[in-house]
């Protein structure tokens, strides 16, 4: 059975501080990993799609890596701001369990202005 | 182009009711998943139609119930309804078919916020 694992749970920084979120699989036979932010009440947007064959993807201030072998992921938010505030979840889906995603709880992210 | 949405956004049950929560894909997909997503947890997966099939199923008892119409649309249904089926229920279309032929990425939509009383 698949396990997602996120950590920290939560994290408050101060404004402009680069940060990292990390994710971690216990089975390494991944489709793909999608990193999510979702806003209290809210749905989820989704940030980034790493395929099982890409090592990384970026968008704007968000870079996040895919180590397949060591079942890891990490999502970097460079020069934090307070509208990055929220919630974030990776989701992992399996070769092993059909096509739906697998998520983490998330972390719980504060920039602090 | 329209997103993922949902209706209703809120709704008011109570225990032994039944419920229906509607969903409608992103514009051009044909798959939808429910998830399930209790208060300070991540989603939990529910089940995913596609060709108006339920292709795959969580770990969810057979209260839980759905249908996919031909437009793609797609309703959940919750029988019996308990205090513990308090939940946010969360939509997401995908474009489906063979893994090789597969837009992978999961759009969601706003979510229905099902409070059991």
């Known amino acids: 059975k698949q396990e997602v694992t996120q950590i920290p749970a939560a994290l408050s920084v101060p404004e402009g501080e680069n940060l990292v979120l990390n994710c971690s699989f216990t089975d390494s036979a991944i489709y793909n990993l999608q990193w999510f932010r979702q806003d209290p009440g809210k749905g989820l947007t989704s940030l980034l799609l790493i395929q099982s064959s890409q090592r990384e993807q970026t968008s704007g201030r968000l870079n996040a890596s895919l180590d397949k072998s060591s079942g890891r992921s990490t999502l970097y938010i460079a020069a934090s701001q307070p509208g990055d505030s929220a919630t974030y979840l990776c989701a992992v889906e399996s070769d092993n369990y059909g096509q739906n995603f697998v998520f983490g709880p998330g972390t719980r992210l504060s920039v602090l202005p | 182009d329209a997103g993922v949405t949902q209706s209703p956004t809120h709704l008011i049950k109570t225990r032994g009711q039944q419920v229906t929560l509607r969903c409608s894909p992103k514009s051009g997909h044909d798959t939808v998943s429910w998830y399930q997503q209790a208060l300070g947890q991540g989603p939990q997966f529910i089940f995913q139609?596609?060709?108006?099939?339920?292709?795959q199923r969580g770990n969810f008892p057979d209260r839980f119930s759905g249908h996919q119409f031909p437009n793609y649309s797609s309703e959940l249904n919750v029988n019996a309804l308990l205090l513990g089926d308090s939940a946010l229920y969360l939509c997401?279309?995908?474009?489906?078919?063979?893994?090789?032929?597969?837009?992978?990425?999961?759009?969601f939509g706003p979510g229905t916020r099902l409070t059991v009383t």
């Open positions: 997401a279309s995908s474009l489906g078919g063979s893994y090789g032929a597969r837009d992978y990425e999961q759009y």
């Open positions: 139609y596609y060709e108006e099939e339920e292709r």
